[in-house]
Antibody, heavy 123, light 108 residues
């Protein structure tokens, strides 16, 4: 059973870069899409972007200028960098597997989630 | 951006009752690209339904999804104590992928 675990600093200073890593265990990172999603009381659940194991990415246009998602297939993990953070970026950040298969067909779905990590932006 | 509006905001029901949750999209969503999630306090969301009507692995058959176009429904046929939580719909039709604001199902 695939499991995901986020890691990274819980406190980031304004204007600095937020960096998180998601380690995939119990299965291969290959052949799937992987996303970052965040949740805050003011913004609800917000999809940040995804990466395919081959490196193809797609980002939320509202964050695209500040986001980079990368993949490290040799270590079965993927990462998020969000630059120039402000207090509005304070949230719980989740990583999620972004596709599932049923009856031989691949569907988009956030079918497996990490437990989430709280990131606070504050000086 | 597709806006998903969920109603009602809060549903107060008793165990054993039927819950009907609505998700309305600001533009048409292909059924293949509509999912529902359940979230309990302090936990990550859990996938319930994908493709508008397919149950995810391990999800009891009291959960069902239906709908097409701009109107989708999640039904819980008989509420169990562990079902009380917040439920979100979510679309993969167009970027950015978006979530509804959630419906809280609370114990009456």
């Amino acid at each position: 059973q695939v499991q995901l675990q986020e890691s990274g600093p819980g406190l980031v200073k304004p204007s600095e870069t937020l960096s998180l890593t998601c380690i995939v265990s119990g299965g291969s990172i290959s052949n799937y899409y992987w996303s970052w999603i965040r949740q805050s009381p003011g913004r609800g659940l917000e999809w940040i972007g995804y990466i395919y194991y081959s490196g193809t990415t797609k980002y939320n246009p509202s964050l695209e200028s500040r986001v980079t998602i990368s993949v490290d297939t040799s270590n079965n993990q993927f990462s998020l960098k969000l630059s120039s953070v402000t207090a509005a970026d304070t949230a719980v950040y989740f990583c999620a597997k972004t596709s599932t298969m049923a009856r031989g067909v691949i569907y988009y779905a956030f079918d497996i989630w990490g437990q989430g990590t709280m990131v606070t932006v504050s000086s | 951006e597709i806006v998903l509006t969920q109603s009602p905001g809060t549903l107060s029901l008793s165990p054993g009752e039927r819950a009907t949750l609505s998700c309305r999209a600001s533009q048409s969503v292909t059924s293949t690209y509509l999912a529902w999630y359940q979230q309990k306090p302090g936990q990550a969301p859990r996938l319930l339904i994908f493709g508008a009507s397919s149950r995810a692995t391990g999800i009891p058959d009291r959960f069902s999804g239906s709908g097409s176009g701009t109107d989708f429904t999640l039904t819980i046929s008989r509420l169990e104590p562990e079902d009380f939580a917040v439920f979100y719909c979510q679309q993969f039709e167009t970027s950015p992928w978006t979530f509804g604001q959630g419906t809280k199902v609370e114990i009456k």
